[in-house]
């Protein structure tokens, strides 16, 4: 036993000097081997790309790059700030491969159609018909998201000027209330405001951030408050003044927004109410005479 633990000593011990010994010429050729395999990628079983990144990612990117050349007064900065004010979370380039997709999807629509309907010069007009109304619908849905987006905006702002009063004349700064806001609310001005604060975060000047949140609602309300707080700070006027008139006076034009809806209502309804009730009522009340008539003249 004596012997056998001495062997296996020794033979361990001759292997950790020849590893010492030889370990500088390992890590000079590990180190060979990463410098002549720099820059190269090895894809393995585990790391493949997906279908996604091989072949949608690209086609997409060509698809929105087509688009562009299409439309020379459409530009990435004019997509984005609608995309924004709809309040959707994707890129300027997919809602560009969007908008060329369905008007391909169209056009094969049409062909289909068309050509099962009446012929060449049917398929012909139905593919111009179906590619214009494909490439119309993903604008058509943004802007009415933008639109709804816009009067949810104008809905929230009196009660969210109310608190930025109540915080301003609390202690707070402007950017401290309007932090408060985003923490304490939901909706789309809470979102506006809290892009505002991480633009004037990384440096930007809050007369610029606050004009962005002016073009990216697109509403006269917002648009006037933002142009009182940029003059409170250039004139040093005192914020929760201001805030108290803005809240207000969007207290007021929402008051009359509303009014004028429903003003309109009647006009609205007299159209579906003349196609729609209208006829059925003449059946009904009608057609029983009718009948009558009808039996005593045969």
Same mark, same amino acid.
């Given at each position: 036993?004596?012997?056998?633990?001495?062997?296996?000593?020794?033979?361990?011990?001759?292997?950790?000097?020849?590893?010492?010994?030889?370990?500088?010429?390992?890590?000079?050729?590990?180190?060979?081997?990463?410098?002549?395999?720099?820059?190269?990628?090895?894809?393995?079983?585990?790391?493949?790309?997906?279908?996604?990144?091989?072949?949608?990612?690209?086609?997409?990117?060509?698809?929105?790059?087509?688009?562009?050349?299409?439309?020379?007064?459409?530009?990435?900065?004019?997509?984005?700030?609608?995309?924004?004010?709809?309040?959707?979370?994707?890129?300027?380039?997919?809602?560009? $491969? !969007?908008? %060329? =997709?369905? &008007?391909?999807?169209? *056009?094969? #629509?049409?062909?289909?159609?068309? +050509? $099962? !309907?009446? %012929? =060449?010069? &049917?398929?012909?007009? *139905?593919? #111009?018909?179906?590619?214009?109304? +494909?490439?119309?619908?993903?604008?058509?849905?943004?802007?009415?998201?933008?639109?709804?987006?816009?009067?949810?905006?104008?809905?929230?702002?009196?009660?969210?000027?109310?608190?930025?009063?109540?915080?301003?004349?609390?202690?707070?700064?402007?950017?401290?209330?309007?932090?408060?806001?985003?923490?304490?609310?939901?909706?789309?001005?809470?979102?506006?405001?809290?892009?505002?604060?991480?633009?004037?975060?990384?440096?930007?000047?809050?007369?610029?951030?606050?004009?962005?949140?002016?073009?990216?609602?697109?509403?006269?309300?917002?648009?006037?408050?933002?142009?009182?707080?940029?003059?409170?700070?250039?004139?040093?006027?005192?914020?929760?003044?201001?805030?108290?008139?803005?809240?207000?006076?969007?207290?007021?034009?929402?008051?009359?927004?509303?009014?004028?809806?429903?003003?309109?209502?009647?006009?609205?309804?007299?159209?579906?109410?003349?196609?729609?009730?209208?006829?059925?009522?003449?059946?009904?009340?009608?057609?029983?005479?009718?009948?009558?008539?009808?039996?005593?003249?045969?």
């Amino acid at each position: 036993m004596v012997l056998f633990l001495a062997l296996a000593c020794l033979a361990a011990a001759a292997y950790l000097g020849a590893h010492a010994a030889t370990s500088p010429g390992r890590q000079r050729r590990q180190a060979v081997g990463r410098a002549a395999s720099y820059g190269r990628v090895v894809l393995t079983v585990g790391d493949r790309r997906s279908f996604r990144e091989r072949i949608v990612a690209p086609a997409a990117a060509s698809i929105s790059r087509l688009v562009l050349r299409l439309s020379p007064k459409t530009s990435i900065e004019d997509v984005s700030i609608k995309l924004i004010a709809a309040g959707l979370q994707i890129t300027p380039q997919a809602f560009l $491969a !969007a908008k %060329g =997709a369905c &008007a391909v999807g169209g *056009l094969v #629509l049409g062909v289909v159609f068309g +050509g $099962a !309907a009446g %012929g =060449a010069a &049917a398929g012909f007009f *139905l593919a #111009l018909v179906f590619a214009v109304l +494909g490439y119309m619908a993903p604008q058509f849905i943004v802007g009415s998201r933008a639109r709804s987006r816009r009067e949810q905006i104008r809905s929230e702002l009196p009660d969210a000027l109310d608190l930025l009063a109540v915080s301003v004349e609390a202690g707070l700064g402007f950017d401290g209330a309007l932090s408060k806001i985003t923490e304490h609310t939901d909706g789309a001005l809470s979102d506006e405001f809290a892009l505002a604060l991480n633009e004037i975060r990384i440096g930007e000047s809050r007369a610029d951030a606050l004009k962005k949140v002016a073009q990216r609602t697109d509403a006269q309300e917002v648009a006037a408050f933002t142009r009182a707080i940029i003059q409170a700070d250039q004139l040093g006027i005192s914020l929760g003044r201001i805030l108290r008139v803005q809240a207000a006076d969007t207290r007021n034009r929402r008051q009359a927004a509303a009014e004028e809806k429903a003003m309109k209502a009647p006009i609205k309804m007299l159209f579906p109410t003349v196609l729609f009730i209208f006829p059925t009522m003449f059946i009904v009340v009608l057609g029983p005479a009718m009948i009558t008539l009808l039996a005593l003249f045969k």
